[in-house]
């Protein structure tokens, strides 16, 4: 567990491993305060637990740079990045330019400056991105598909792999992967190229 | 392994920071060298790079997921046990806890196709949910600042224990369905179950074939061996072009556990905003009805529903059945998928129309991993 005299930095490094603590602890130090802030303006719980999971999807991407330090808490980060999520949202589904008011003037009361909407895009762009690789990694046919994201997605090692999928020594498993590879990468650059 | 062993093996190494040091530096020499090789080494890293920070993000993904279902759940939810087969239980047991609440919240939507790329965040398909309930304040909304929203909101089960619904429909008797690809995909695309349950209540597995998101298709095969729909080739044929306005159609879908049956006619040409790709339909649809067949008096299959618009509810849409044949020419294979040639609901009446279709006619439900 992070008691509190663990350091904000220290709660972001064990984040950005992904460590399940870590993990728990922001979130039940921060969900409340976005749930009961989202449904004060027009939103429901379920909308709720979306946009905070977003926004630690968020902070993840950004704890993942090497030498990242967050010039506010984690709480006003996530409260912030929320907040600007949930107005891009509103403001997609409306289609109403003009919604997107400056939000940022409005949280940064103690001059603090948080770049929510560089973060933001960045992270709009990364989602784009991955979706274009789940959608080259759905096309690259079977068994690869499985193998892939055996490995990749669930962390499997090719020890188990090779077990799951039938081959004869975890040489032969880490063969297929590269060939998998290699069409994974011919479909999503012609995909990037088009 | 010499420094012509395979490239891939060599960028993961690169990666992982674990090459020997004379390969190391013989592949130094070589990116220095030979600009061509280069370009492709570096291609190959940085795709490994994005599959492997893909597939953290989506391990975190599911774990927040875990913290939240673990920090908000309410023991008053306690489980409601639906009879599942016993392989898949795990993954269902925590939909199944609160199926009885979100029954009626089935995906139904109106995916927005203008957008152009997949992008979308994941919590998008879920927004879709609450579609009627966002045009709605979308309305009231107008002309008022977004703070001074602050009206009904309506008490939501939690998104992350819904449990995606929606009908499919067979495309060869050994497997192959379609149905609407806002059924499968949440928008994280990852991680989810598919099963369909067929009128008998039977639970069969499946995965994804091929999809097209714009169109809001998307083509699975039920992955148990030698597995049949029904007793012989589907009934119905597929309409390879696009029909005529006011033609009259029908469809059977899982609003509920029983196949529901509704009737309506072609009332527009184009489908929402005017796309192309679809009709819009006088056809009362709801809940759990994506991905239904619509199907005119004859059989033949002219499309498959999509999703619903407007005060009311009022128009319906459907993709037509040639965006769905546009996409098994375009991304499978020649021979891998016969459709029936015969259609053998032509001359019959309604009610055994629909006797013959329901074997072929099943729920599509989608489990949280």
Redesign the interface.
């Known amino acids: 567990m992070y008691g509190a005299e663990n350091s904000e930095q220290q709660l972001l490094s064990a984040l950005a491993e ?1 460590q ?1 603590a870590a ?2 602890q922001i ?2 130090q921060n ?1 409340h305060i976005i749930n009961g802030w989202l ?9 709720a ?3 905070f ?2 926004a ?2 968020v902070l ?2 950004k704890a ?1 740079t090497e030498g990242f330090t967050l010039s506010c808490s984690i709480g006003t980060y996530l409260f912030s990045i929320s907040k600007h ?1 949930w ?1 891009k ?2 403001q997609r ?2 289609r ?1 330019p003009a ?1 997107l ?1 400056d939000i940022g003037a409005e949280e940064d009361e103690r001059g603090i400056g948080i770049r929510y909407d560089d973060d933001v895009n960045v ?3 990364r ?9 080259a ?3 690259v046919g079977e068994p690869c598909r499985s193998l ?2 055996a490995f ?4 499997k090692s090719m020890q188990e792999i090779a077990a799951d999928f039938g081959y004869t020594n975890p040489e032969n498993a ?2 297929q992967k ?1 060939k998998c ?2 069409r ?2 011919k479909l ?2 012609s995909v990037q190229a088009k | 392994m010499s420094i012509n062993s395979n490239i891939y093996e060599l960028a993961e190494g690169y990666l992982a920071g674990s090459l020997p040091n004379d390969e190391w530096l013989k592949l130094k020499d070589r990116l220095a060298a030979d600009a061509e090789y280069a370009t492709e080494f570096y291609e190959i890293t940085d795709l490994i790079r994005s599959v492997e920070d893909n597939g953290k993000q989506k391990r975190f993904r599911s774990m927040l997921r875990e913290v939240h279902d673990q920090q908000t759940r309410n023991p008053a939810k306690k489980i409601k046990l639906i009879e599942l087969p016993a392989h898949i239980w795990r993954t269902a047991a925590v939909a199944a806890s609160v199926a009885i609440l979100t029954s009626t919240i089935a995906v139904w939507s109106l995916r927005p196709s203008i957008k152009q790329n997949n992008s979308q965040y994941n919590t998008i398909s879920r927004e879709m949910k609450h579609l009627k309930e966002v045009q709605a304040r979308q309305q009231a909304q107008q002309a008022q600042l977004i703070e001074n929203i602050n009206k009904n909101t309506k008490p939501t089960p939690r998104s992350s224990d819904v449990k995606y619904t929606g009908t499919g429909f067979a495309l060869t008797n050994d497997g192959y369905f379609v149905t609407a690809y806002h059924v499968i995909n949440d928008g994280s695309g990852d991680g989810d179950s598919v099963y369909i349950q067929n009128s008998e209540g039977d639970y069969f597995k499946a995965s994804v074939y091929s999809f097209n998101a714009k169109a809001d298709i998307a083509i699975l095969k039920v992955e148990k061996k030698g597995f049949r729909f029904g007793k012989g080739e589907v009934p119905y044929t597929f309409a390879s072009g696009k029909t005529s306005l006011g033609r009259k159609i029908f469809t059977l879908g899982y609003p509920k556990d029983d196949l529901v049956y509704s009737e309506g006619y072609i009332s527009s040409r184009n489908g929402y905003e005017g796309n192309a790709q679809q009709y819009t339909l006088e056809l009362p649809a709801g809940h759990g009805q994506s991905g239904s067949p619509v199907v005119d008096e004859h059989g033949n299959v002219l499309g498959l529903l999509t999703g619903i618009s407007g005060a009311e509810e009022a128009n319906t849409y459907a993709v037509s059945s040639k965006a769905l044949l546009d996409l098994l020419h375009t991304t499978l294979p020649d021979n891998m998928l016969h459709l029936a040639k015969t259609n053998k609901l032509g001359k019959l009446s309604r009610d055994k129309q629909i006797e013959k279709m329901e074997a072929y006619t099943f729920s599509v439900k989608v489990y949280k991993r």
């Open positions: 992904g399940r993990t728990e979130y039940r969900y449904i004060k303006n027009g939103g429901s719980s379920a909308d637990a979306d946009l999971q977003e630690m999807v993840y991407g993942q999520l107005y949202k509103l589904q409306n109403e919604l008011i992270h709009h762009e989602e784009a991105h991955y979706n274009m690789l789940d959608s990694l759905d096309q892939l994201k990749y997605h669930n962390d880490k063969t590269y590879l290699a994974l990468r999503f650059y």
